[in-house]
């Protein structure tokens, strides 16, 4: 009677673990409450789909559907992958190796990306990606020339290169910025210690 019973169920299991893998879409990331709408076992499903490579598991409760291409599995887009993980699409992601093209005598390549945010802070890991998370209360919709050489200041201490050194570029570089717009960045951006030392490279 049980084995009849297993049997009888085991199509109605199939159809629910196709019903999910036919909602996935290659090449985006999925958090585990994203699949609960359309699973009736959504624990034993992401197991399954991770079990035949349907799902690639990034960390915990976020998975991936991988793309293919001509050379492989293509790896998920860092935009898609930090948006799902943070639920939320008010971030800004950037490398430091941006700061190299201020002009400033930086010329570390860093391998790691800073992920400025309302919600996490830390570096977490998806597979083997790696991002630095880090709670800012404001941070622009996009990079400019005027956020990075504030937040270059901002984070002086964690640069490569001679402290001094860049500060003396930074106050050299000035006269190449537009004043109105260096002044908003810096009052919306720069650090205690920032402020005072444009407000010093200013005025003298």
Not at 5 to 12: A, F, G
Not at 134 to 163: M, Q, V, Y
Not at 180 to 197: H, V
Request: aromatic fraction near 10%; proline fraction near 4%; hydrophobic fraction near 40%.
């Amino acid at each position: 009677m049980n084995q009849n019973n297993k049997q009888s169920q085991t199509p109605v299991t199939h159809l629910a673990l196709d019903k999910v893998r036919r909602a996935l879409r290659a090449g985006h990331v999925y958090r585990r409450e994203d699949l609960v709408g359309i699973s009736n076992a959504v624990d034993r499903h992401l197991s399954e789909l991770v079990a035949d490579g349907a799902l690639t598991r990034l960390a915990q409760g976020l998975y991936y559907a991988p793309k293919q291409s001509a050379f492989g599995i293509v790896p998920p887009a860092d935009q898609k992958l930090v948006n799902a993980f943070l639920r939320d699409k008010d971030f800004l992601m950037f490398s430091p190796s941006s700061y190299n093209n201020l002009g400033l005598g930086t010329t570390q390549l860093y391998n790691k990306t800073f992920v400025y945010n309302h919600k996490r802070h830390g570096i977490f890991s998806f597979g083997n990606r790696s991002f630095d998370f880090r709670i800012k209360l404001r941070f622009p919709k996009k990079l400019t020339s005027e956020f990075l050489l504030i937040d270059a200041i901002n984070n002086l201490a964690e640069l490569a290169e001679d402290p001094n050194q860049v500060c003396q570029m930074a106050q050299q570089k000035l006269v190449e910025f537009n004043p109105a717009k260096l002044n908003q960045a810096l009052a919306a951006y720069g650090s205690i210690a920032t402020k005072k030392r444009f407000t010093k490279w200013l005025n003298d």
